[in-house]
T-cell receptor
């Protein structure tokens, strides 16, 4: 089977840097994705890592270590609008389906 | 922009009713998915489809069925609704790719079964 673990909640202040970790167990790992979901909204795609290392997209970066079955999402220069839930998701080499973690609620305060 | 449209934002049904949740995407995506989202449990995959008339069970298919008669439309069917199926249901679509094809989600249907 597949399982993903991420913290349930993280708090930070505006302007700070926060890291949301994700560890996973899966057979035939293909890649790790991150999605953001604001309250009442649809999840939206943030990033995808198939290879080890850091991928940077503006204020957000995502890291993957395949040997450690571990990844993280790094959010820099936090803004109030970054308050949302963040989900990691793994794709295995089976069919093209994503399995999601339970999500991390990020609360950004002034 | 990809648009995934779910027919209802809120739905209230009675126990035992047959319920249809409809989803339409406008980007000619091959893959379509139904997830349910519950507090503390994240998004759990119910069924997915990678082509017309094709369907695959996800992680929690019990009590559900699906239909994909046209490429743009993917329907989730609750044959006999039960209170434990009260949830937020999210439809998504993606192109066929090597894993880096992002899922595009609809805004969800919040179903309450009384």
């Amino acid at each position: 089977g597949q399982s993903l673990e991420q913290p349930s909640e993280v708090t930070a202040v505006e302007g700070a840097i926060v890291q949301i970790n994700c560890t996973y167990q899966t057979s035939g790992f293909y890649g790790l994705s991150w999605y953001q979901q604001h309250d009442g909204g649809a999840p939206t795609f943030l990033s995808y890592n198939a290879l080890d290392g850091l991928e940077e997209t503006g204020r957000f970066s995502s890291f993957l270590s395949r040997s450690d079955s571990y990844g993280y999402l790094l959010l820099q220069e936090l803004q109030m609008k970054d308050s949302a839930s963040y989900f990691c998701a793994v794709m295995n080499t089976g069919f093209q389906k994503l399995v999601f973690g339970t999500g991390t609620r990020l609360l950004v305060s002034p | 922009d990809v648009k995934v449209t779910q027919s209802s934002r809120y739905l209230v049904k009675r126990t035992g009713e047959k319920v249809f949740l409809e989803c339409v995407q406008d980007m000619d995506h091959e893959n379509m998915f139904w997830y349910r989202q519950d507090p503390g449990l994240g998004l759990r995959l119910i069924y997915f489809s990678y082509d017309v008339k094709m369907k695959e069970k996800g992680d929690i298919p019990e009590g559900y069925s699906v239909s994909r008669e046209k490429k743009e439309r993917f329907s989730l069917i609750l044959e006999s609704a039960s209170t434990n199926q009260t949830s937020m249901y999210l439809c998504a679509s993606s192109t066929q790719g090597l894993g880096n094809s992002p899922l595009h989600f609809g805004n969800g249907t919040r179903l309450t079964v009384t």
